[in-house]
């Protein structure tokens, strides 16, 4: 048996070729339903991680995904989402697969074998960012490259990964390791190893976004209005909070150039559009710090 998890054959699914439509799924969805109890296992590493990435963003750093394969084209999905979720630069939380984006359609053989190649991707770093190297089997030689260079430049290092066993594991410098036991197709770490790498990958970017202010209560109050859907959910999220008329919230947002925070610290601070930019940058965009002056004045 191969000490890599996801390599190994799963004991409940050598028949899944004979089996019906309905008990293929079934099957599936089966094995689907252990992966939320395999990333909870990590929740204090998760944990961690979210307060370390926090920590960097306040320091103006920024998070790269390393990753070959599905792990590089989840880290460059969850990395694009960012922009228009949170309104932070492009630069802000980047995505690095291995081959470049022509891996992202197709596969680039070899490629995560190259030690050298790692090293080369991960210059783009700083000592203030962070570098979040995933793979399910933890053992690509282009994450061990670009761990070395990481650890050169004295960048944070966290590994996502879902064997123990894996060399990325003694590399980094935290791990996030969610084990979810054999793929249900041995071998295809697209699947629940994917998905546990897409659910820890969600809970690293929101909640280190939730740390540095970019979300109200659970409202996100930081979105981009760039279409009509946008711009709806951004009257309705001024309305919420300031407690007014969602004709009242679409006339303030007009007049802030469609800034949620921005109208919101008008309508309830009373401030005009200038005063209120202002305040809310010396809170440093926290918006809950803001009004929470309000609530105690």
Same mark, same amino acid.
């Given at each position: 048996?191969?000490?890599?998890?996801?390599?190994?054959?799963?004991?409940?699914?050598?028949?899944?070729? +004979?089996?019906? %439509?309905?008990?293929?799924?079934?099957?599936?969805?089966? $094995?689907?339903? /252990? =992966?939320?109890? *395999?990333?909870?296992?990590?929740?204090?590493?998760?944990?961690?991680?979210?307060?370390?990435?926090?920590?960097?963003?306040?320091?103006?750093?920024?998070?790269?995904?390393?990753?070959?394969?599905?792990?590089?084209?989840?880290?460059?999905?969850?990395?694009?989402?960012?922009?228009?979720?949170?309104?932070?630069?492009?630069?802000?939380?980047?995505?690095?697969?291995?081959?470049?984006?022509?891996?992202?359609?197709?596969?680039?053989?070899?490629?995560?074998?190259?030690?050298?190649?790692?090293?080369?991707?991960?210059?783009?770093?700083?000592?203030?960012?962070?570098?979040?190297?995933?793979?399910?089997?933890?053992?690509?030689?282009?994450?061990?490259?670009?761990?070395?260079?990481?650890?050169?430049?004295?960048?944070?290092? +966290?590994?996502? %990964?879902?064997?123990?066993?894996?060399?990325?594991?003694? $590399?980094?410098? /935290? =791990?996030?390791? *969610?084990?979810?036991?054999?793929?249900?197709?041995?071998?295809?770490?697209?699947?629940?190893?994917?998905?546990?790498?897409?659910?820890?990958?969600?809970?690293?970017?929101?909640?280190?976004?939730?740390?540095?202010?970019?979300?109200?209560?659970?409202?996100?109050?930081?979105?981009?209005?760039?279409?009509?859907?946008?711009?709806?959910?951004?009257?309705?999220?001024?309305?919420?909070?300031?407690?007014?008329?969602?004709?009242?919230?679409?006339?303030?947002?007009?007049?802030?150039?469609?800034?949620?925070?921005?109208?919101?610290?008008?309508?309830?601070?009373?401030?005009?559009?200038?005063?209120?930019?202002?305040?809310?940058?010396?809170?440093?965009?926290?918006?809950?710090?803001?009004?929470?002056?309000?609530?105690?004045?």
């Amino acid at each position: 048996m191969s000490d890599i998890i996801t390599e190994s054959r799963n004991e409940n699914t050598k028949d899944i070729d +004979i089996l019906s %439509t309905i008990e293929m799924v079934r099957k599936m969805n089966e $094995e689907d339903k /252990l =992966v939320a109890l *395999a990333v909870e296992e990590e929740l204090d590493n998760i944990a961690a991680a979210v307060d370390l990435i926090a920590k960097q963003f306040l320091k103006g750093g920024r998070l790269f995904y390393f990753g070959a394969g599905t792990s590089g084209r989840l880290g460059i999905l969850d990395a694009s989402e960012c922009p228009p979720t949170f309104s932070v630069s492009d630069d802000m939380v980047q995505g690095i697969i291995c081959g470049g984006d022509r891996a992202l359609r197709k596969s680039v053989e070899g490629a995560e074998d190259d030690f050298d190649l790692g090293r080369k991707d991960a210059e783009v770093l700083t000592d203030n960012d962070i570098a979040v190297v995933i793979s399910a089997s933890g053992n690509p030689k282009y994450l061990l490259g670009v761990l070395s260079k990481a650890d050169e430049i004295g960048t944070k290092t +966290i590994a996502v %990964t879902c064997n123990p066993k894996g060399r990325i594991y003694d $590399e980094a410098g /935290l =791990v996030i390791c *969610a084990e979810v036991g054999p793929e249900v197709i041995a071998g295809s770490s697209r699947l629940k190893a994917g998905t546990a790498q897409k659910m820890i990958l969600n809970m690293l970017t929101t909640g280190a976004m939730i740390k540095i202010g970019k979300t109200y209560e659970n409202f996100m109050i930081d979105l981009q209005p760039v279409n009509e859907k946008l711009k709806d959910r951004a009257i309705r999220i001024v309305a919420q909070i300031a407690d007014v008329s969602h004709s009242d919230a679409l006339a303030t947002l007009l007049r802030t150039n469609w800034e949620i925070k921005t109208a919101i610290v008008s309508l309830v601070m009373g401030y005009d559009t200038e005063k209120a930019r202002e305040e809310l940058k010396k809170h440093r965009g926290v918006l809950r710090k803001l009004l929470n002056q309000k609530v105690e004045a």
